[in-house]
């Protein structure tokens, strides 16, 4: 296996000098579980996120007022991203695009009509949002672009996995990094003691780099007193096969203590296994998204970690990649959005309820505004 490379999430730039020694490349394998690195880890992603620009400012307004942008989710039925639809919608109203979500059920066949709709009805640019892969929509992508709209994708792969050259803006989050924080924290909490169910969805493309970087980070930072097991279903069976999947296994495996639904609207499917099969108690969930009825899970007790990723900050640093396409701009391949844990102690500063776009810190409000020319 690699190396893990430093955990440290550059883009939470005010704790770089703090944590940049302790969060070194690890061992290859440790012979004994690294507490201390977990610990720092851990801390590095525990602090109010830090906005970094992603690049120059510029005058968003002059240049995108007016343009038509079509959103295509993976599905809407997902919590998570319907929440970034919302919140890019409410984003482009401030710059003064005009933004339509394509509300589906995530069904290829609704993507590409929405994709016909967008091209057909004169769109400047198509978004395809948080998990649809540009390349299974080749034909549709190509002829988009002969038409003259733009296609954009953002919130679907590893920054570890290449861009796809037909798009003409991706903006990548480095979902390994998240794999990396999980593994450190059930290091910490377990004491190098694992027995982790993760649960993937292999139809998300970068599902695979984050359940390696877990995996890897069991290995080397826990060391030989911890293990896993990696079962993967499909976005459409989650509401039907998460719960047996975690049943089944929970019996066949009563020294389970860490499930990992790898995100975090799943975890709603596993908490019912754990109460059939008297787990309530010893066995823990940690999982991704910052899905705000999640978050209420936290709070209450029933989730014990999940590592969010605010959706405003997502939607604005979304628009602001396309924006700067559409203003001439280059548009780099990172959303600049920074991933932050919470867990008992900070969960009700997200709201309560939990809200989308709470619990982060206003830095990023204010910082886009700025570099937007929207002061």
Same mark, same amino acid.
């Given at each position: 296996?690699?190396?893990?490379?430093?955990?440290?999430?550059?883009?939470?730039?005010? !704790? /770089?000098?703090? %944590? $940049?020694? +302790?969060?070194? #490349?690890?061992?290859?394998?440790? *012979?004994?579980?690294?507490? &201390?690195?977990?610990?720092?880890?851990?801390?590095?992603?525990?602090?109010?996120?830090?906005?970094?620009?992603?690049?120059?400012?510029?005058?968003?307004?002059?240049?995108?007022?007016?343009?038509?942008?079509?959103?295509?989710?993976?599905?809407?039925?997902?919590?998570?991203?319907?929440?970034?639809?919302?919140?890019?919608?409410?984003?482009?109203?401030?710059?003064?695009?005009?933004?339509?979500?394509?509300?589906?059920?995530?069904?290829?066949?609704?993507?590409?009509?929405?994709?016909?709709?967008?091209?057909?009805?004169?769109?400047?640019?198509?978004?395809?949002?948080?998990?649809?892969?540009?390349?299974? !929509? /080749?034909?549709? %992508? $190509?002829? +988009?672009?002969? #038409?003259?709209?733009?296609?954009? *994708?953002?919130?679907?792969? &590893?920054?570890?996995?290449?861009?796809?050259?037909?798009?003409?803006?991706?903006?990548?989050?480095?979902?390994?990094?998240?794999?990396?924080?999980?593994?450190?924290?059930?290091?910490?909490?377990?004491?190098?003691?694992?027995?982790?169910?993760?649960?993937?969805?292999?139809?998300?493309?970068?599902?695979?780099?984050?359940?390696?970087?877990?995996?890897?980070?069991?290995?080397?930072?826990?060391?030989?007193?911890?293990?896993?097991?990696?079962?993967?279903?499909?976005?459409?069976?989650?509401?039907?096969?998460?719960?047996?999947?975690?049943?089944?296994?929970?019996?066949?495996?009563?020294?389970?203590?860490?499930?990992?639904?790898?995100?975090?609207?799943?975890?709603?499917?596993?908490?019912?296994?754990?109460?059939?099969?008297?787990?309530?108690?010893?066995?823990?969930?940690?999982?991704?998204?910052?899905?705000?009825?999640?978050?209420?899970?936290?709070?209450?007790?029933?989730?014990?970690?999940?590592?969010?990723?605010?959706?405003?900050?997502?939607?604005?640093?979304?628009?602001?990649?396309?924006?700067?396409?559409?203003?001439?701009?280059?548009?780099?391949?990172?959303?600049?959005?920074?991933?932050?844990?919470?867990?008992?102690?900070?969960?009700?500063?997200?709201?309560?309820?939990?809200?989308?776009?709470?619990?982060?810190?206003?830095?990023?409000?204010?910082?886009?505004?700025?570099?937007?020319?929207?002061?």
């Amino acid at each position: 296996m690699t190396e893990l490379g430093p955990i440290f999430n550059p883009r939470n730039a005010g !704790l /770089a000098l703090a %944590v $940049a020694g +302790a969060l070194a #490349a690890t061992p290859a394998l440790a *012979a004994t579980p690294d507490l &201390d690195h977990a610990k720092d880890v851990i801390a590095a992603h525990s602090a109010t996120p830090e906005f970094v620009p992603p690049g120059p400012a510029f005058k968003a307004k002059d240049c995108v007022a007016g343009k038509k942008l079509m959103s295509i989710p993976t599905s809407s039925a997902i919590p998570f991203v319907d929440g970034i639809e919302s919140s890019m919608d409410t984003v482009s109203k401030q710059v003064g695009i005009v933004f339509q979500q394509w509300k589906n059920q995530g069904r290829p066949t609704q993507w590409i009509q929405g994709m016909e709709f967008a091209v057909n009805n004169k769109f400047d640019g198509i978004d395809l949002q948080a998990g649809i892969i540009p390349g299974a !929509l /080749a034909p549709q %992508v $190509a002829a +988009a672009t002969k #038409a003259g709209v733009k296609v954009f *994708a953002s919130h679907y792969e &590893d920054t570890t996995q290449p861009t796809d050259p037909a798009v003409a803006v991706t903006l990548k989050l480095p979902f390994h990094e998240v794999g990396e924080v999980i593994g450190n924290w059930i290091t910490l909490k377990t004491g190098g003691h694992a027995n982790v169910l993760i649960i993937g969805s292999d139809d998300v493309l970068p599902t695979k780099p984050y359940a390696k970087a877990l995996e890897d980070t069991l290995d080397k930072v826990c060391g030989p007193g911890c293990k896993y097991r990696y079962v993967g279903v499909t976005i459409p069976d989650w509401s039907t096969k998460i719960q047996t999947v975690a049943q089944s296994s929970l019996i066949a495996d009563p020294t389970i203590n860490y499930i990992v639904p790898t995100y975090d609207s799943m975890a709603q499917f596993v908490i019912p296994a754990l109460t059939i099969t008297g787990h309530r108690k010893d066995v823990k969930i940690a999982t991704f998204n910052g899905t705000p009825f999640i978050i209420d899970m936290v709070r209450k007790g029933d989730v014990e970690m999940d590592v969010g990723e605010s959706l405003g900050w997502i939607a604005r640093a979304t628009l602001d990649g396309y924006m700067r396409n559409f203003c001439g701009l280059p548009s780099g391949e990172l959303l600049n959005v920074p991933l932050y844990i919470f867990d008992s102690s900070n969960a009700a500063s997200a709201g309560i309820p939990a809200n989308f776009d709470q619990g982060y810190g206003d830095k990023h409000i204010a910082g886009f505004n700025k570099l937007w020319g929207m002061e």
